[in-house]
């Protein structure tokens, strides 16, 4: 019997696509050298630069200050920005990040049909808790969330034990909870590892990489997602 859902946080219930177009958006009005990139071109570098940084900022080789100043040091030298420094890119690319937060569309109405049925909620993302924690609250979800689980408590996704404490944290076994992520490697394949059920949530309109696998591509209709995550869990 399902009692639990544990979902990822960025790009599945926080907009994090959008905030980081924003962000994105501002650093190309503060910078003449951007006008020539357009949308696409300025997102990929910056996941490109993101990415490549992400693996020694979870061993712990890296701050997360030095995880952002470098970020921006990569991308200033990449796109020919002089005599800026990366925390000022940083300061600039985050006001407009957070000028655009915004939760996804259907988010606060799903989780609150789930709780109304008895559900936990979960919540595991691969990021500081601070950060995290402010996200839910601008939101309005953090009352809508039981169990907030951050790379502070566990181990980055896919690792195992990032589950696993999740599923400890809820109280739950993992045949009693299902995953939801838009996150193919962390949140569909991974969770599987230790049993634990697993939906992609994929808006973009991308291919399933896996023919029957469990998909949600929007929140709304409500009854419409509800019913993916209950047929999931009992399948």
């Not at 859902?5 to 907009?15: E, G």
């Not at 200050?65 to 991308?75: I, P, V, Y």
């Not at 996804?104 to 691969?126: C, D, E, F, P, W």
């Not at 590892?193 to 399933?208: A, H, K, M, N, Q």
């Amino acid at each position: 019997m399902l009692r639990a859902v544990i979902f990822d946080l960025d790009d599945t219930l926080f907009d994090d696509h959008h905030s980081m177009l924003g962000g994105l958006e501002a650093l190309r009005c503060a910078h003449p050298e951007l006008s020539g990139l357009d949308q696409a071109q300025l997102l990929g570098d910056y996941l490109a630069a993101l990415l490549a940084l992400e693996p020694d900022f979870h061993a712990g080789r890296l701050s997360l200050e030095q995880f952002r100043l470098r970020r921006f040091e990569a991308l200033y030298a990449q796109w020919g920005v002089r005599d800026v420094s990366g925390e000022e890119g940083f300061r600039t690319f985050r006001s407009g990040y957070q000028a655009a937060r915004r939760a996804i569309s259907g988010a606060a109405a799903l989780l609150s049909a789930l709780r109304g049925r008895g559900l936990k909620v979960g919540v595991l993302t691969n990021f500081t808790r601070p950060e995290q924690e402010a996200k839910l609250d601008f939101c309005g979800l953090s009352v809508l969330v039981d169990v907030l689980l951050t790379t502070r408590e566990v181990p980055p996704k896919p690792h195992p034990q990032a589950y696993l404490g999740a599923l400890a944290a809820l109280e739950v076994g993992a045949h009693e909870a299902v995953m939801v992520g838009d996150s193919w490697a962390n949140d569909v394949t991974g969770p599987r590892e230790v049993g634990l059920p697993s939906i992609w949530f994929e808006r973009r309109g991308r291919s399933v990489p896996e023919p029957g696998a469990a998909v949600i591509r929007s929140y709304t209709p409500l009854n419409e997602a509800l019913k993916v995550i209950l047929n999931s869990a009992a399948s």
